[in-house]
């Protein structure tokens, strides 16, 4: 007769590779969000630059949207 594997060990198992994915996909999370943070920085910066050499007028809505994106990103570091 075969022995079967006891459920417990087979349940904390389970429940150790989930947790491992659910902390995998929390690191790529925070980095993709320190990531877009890092990048929506540099645009708004070389935005405002270049319109102020060209003497474009600077889209207040986009910026507003950068911004927003902004304080939610870092709000959402700041969780961590």
């Known amino acids: ?15 150790q590779t989930v947790e491992e994915e659910l902390e995998e996909l929390w690191r790529r999370t925070c980095r993709s969000n320190n990531e877009l943070i890092t990048a929506l920085e540099r645009l708004r910066q070389n935005y405002c630059a270049v319109a102020g050499k ?3 007028a600077i889209s207040e ?20």
């Open 1 to 15: 007769m075969s022995k079967k594997p006891a459920t417990n060990a087979l349940l904390l198992d389970a429940e």
């Open 61 to 80: 809505e986009l910026l507003a949207q950068v911004d927003t994106a902004l304080r939610r990103a870092a709000e959402a570091r700041n969780l961590v």
């Open 54 to 56: 060209k003497h474009i």
